[in-house]
């Protein structure tokens, strides 16, 4: 089966520009998730839809990030504007069913985001 | 804040061998999960361990949980070239209505042809 899709690969911007991010996840998974991984650390949650609904956004910088998954299939990350700190590479991930954590997520393969 | 620790931070072996990495955790957990991580990749899903489970095999990974000293240790045997990339270990915290997927910093492990 195809695995999770996402574009850009690679970015790179100035401060203070906005950019956004695209995820298609897997074929009926019906759990989407947007992580960002800094340089040297593990991956953190940002967001997690459950099909097209917000589960969980507690750390989602929301002054400057919006993310949407219209139809509960393909997602939107949105920065705008950049930070020097937002430099990372942000994944995507998709679980089959209720997005309970004991489900395997596939992740993508990120864009690697520099903001200069 | 990061609940998952990986010890050591880096892991440098020759082909053959079996490598030893460890992740210890400060909250009770509902289970833990080791993932991998190639250069440049998302992460794939290695093995989940729940909590009253003490140790779980797949193919030439063991995956051990101690809950009492809040640890777990993935061996991998007969390493191969292959299996250079990081290792994460991530928990499913016990308490909280919006429970997340918690990441370690990762050990990034070095197998020497």
């Known amino acids: 089966e195809a695995g999770v899709a996402q574009s850009p690969r690679y970015k790179i911007i100035e401060k203070r520009q906005s950019v956004a991010f695209w995820c298609n996840p897997i074929?009926?998974?019906?759990?989407l998730y947007w992580y960002q991984q800094i340089l040297g650390q593990g991956p953190k949650l940002l967001i997690q839809?459950?099909?097209?609904?917000?589960?969980?956004d507690s750390q989602l910088p929301k002054d400057r990030f919006s993310a949407e998954r219209l139809k509960g299939v393909d997602s939107t990350l949105k920065i705008q504007p950049a930070k020097l700190e937002d430099s990372a590479v942000y994944l995507c991930?998709?679980?089959?069913?209720?997005?309970?954590?004991?489900?395997?997520?596939?992740f993508g393969p990120g864009t690697r985001l520099l903001v200069l | 804040s990061q609940q998952g620790e990986e010890d050591p931070q880096a892991l440098s072996i020759q082909e053959g061998e079996n490598a030893t990495m460890n992740c210890s955790y400060k909250?009770?957990?509902?289970?833990l999960q080791w993932y991998r991580q190639n250069s440049g990749r998302g992460l794939v899903h290695l093995i989940l361990?729940?909590?009253?489970?003490r140790e779980k095999h797949s193919g030439r990974l063991r995956v051990t949980l101690d809950t009492s000293k809040k640890s777990s240790s993935l061996l991998i045997t007969a390493s191969r070239a292959a299996d250079t990339a990081s290792y994460f270990c991530a928990t499913d915290p016990l308490s909280g209505a919006n429970s997340k997927l918690t990441f370690g910093k990762g050990i990034t492990l070095s197998v020497r042809p």
């Open positions: 839809f459950q099909n097209n609904g917000v589960v969980d």
């Open positions: 074929s009926g998974h019906a759990t």
């Open positions: 991930a998709s679980s089959l069913a209720t997005g309970r954590l004991w489900e395997t997520q596939y």
């Open positions: 909250t009770s957990i509902n289970n």
């Open positions: 361990i729940r909590s009253n489970e």
